[in-house]
């Protein structure tokens, strides 16, 4: 059969397959093709490809681990990767294991996707994955997270690291539709509408009117009018956009990455003037 145009003939060959979902880290990429096809590419040294070594791939090649497993979803970290199978109702990792973020219990680093027991039976909405920080929402609303926690991204109400994902417990009766993971902070939506923020705060970045970490989820206050949908995390900003198509920024803008035509932070969420006449329907970083 011919190969595919752009993709190497150590990867994928034959039919035409669609791009069914992508993430990019760091220094690699991760795409999940139809026919239920993973490949990656980029920079391996640290296994984040999952091809078994530490070698580089110039081009897209497929995960031969992954074949038959069914994946959904792909999230990179910063240099790790994980996959979801909803058959299995399983969550893989691989890459950099610095942390715990891989969430199997231990800091090494593994050059295949391996399953995470603590989230096995789970069925899981999303899964978010920051620098060296993870969290994966069920489809009950509930959130694990697992990783880097020195200013408190996981949520559990401490500084610890978590080598294995645990229950987010702030969220107790509250149910989460999605989260985003940015360097060291985190942002989620529920599925009333509510936006929350935790970790990291230094620039504004939880949308909490002040420059504190948080170790436990917070609402933010500020936008209690509008019914918010989606969140994404940058470095150390973060977006979120409200059911009406409104789309707002906050946290660190040295490079005018907030969008409101300066350099100034912003410890709260304030709506972006300059898209004021469009609805905003879908943002992703």
């Keep these: 059969m011919a190969e595919e145009e752009g993709v190497s003939s150590e990867a994928v060959s034959g039919p035409i397959r ?51 497993h069914e994946i959904t979803s792909v999230t990179c970290g910063a240099d790790h990767t994980t996959a979801f199978s909803e058959s299995r109702m399983q969550v893989y990792s691989w890459g950099w294991g610095d942390f715990g973020r891989l969430g199997h219990g231990n800091s090494s680093d593994l050059f295949t996707p391996q399953p995470i027991k603590a989230l096995l039976g789970l069925q899981i909405r999303q899964i978010a994955c920051g620098d060296s920080h993870c969290l994966a929402v069920t489809m009950e609303g509930e959130v694990q997270s697992w990783g880097r926690n020195q200013n408190g991204q996981l949520g559990l109400g401490s500084t610890e690291d978590s080598l294995v994902p645990q229950r987010i417990n702030a969220f107790q009766g509250i149910s989460v539709k999605m989260v985003a993971a940015g360097a060291e902070h985190t942002a989620a939506v529920t599925d009333d509408g509510e ?13 909490l009117g002040d420059k504190n970490d948080r170790l436990v989820p917070q609402k933010v206050s500020s936008v209690e009018a509008e019914k918010m949908v989606m969140v994404a995390c940058g470095w150390r900003h973060t977006i979120s956009v409200s059911s009406s198509g409104g789309l707002y920024t906050y946290g660190w803008s040295k490079y005018g990455q907030l969008g409101h035509g300066d350099f100034e932070d912003h410890l709260v969420p304030h709506r972006l003037e300059a898209l004021g006449e469009h609805f905003i329907s879908q943002v992703t970083f």
Aim: charged fraction near 15%; include cysteine.
């Design 18 to 68: 669609r791009v069914l979902f992508i993430s990019a880290g760091a220094s690699h990429s991760v795409a999940l093709l139809s026919g239920n096809v993973v490949c990656s590419w980029g920079r391996g040294e640290d296994g984040q490809l999952g091809h078994g070594d530490a070698e580089d791939r110039l081009l897209p090649t497929q995960i031969s681990a992954l074949d038959d």
């Design 195 to 207: 936006l929350y923020g935790w970790g990291w705060g230094r620039y504004g970045n939880l949308g």
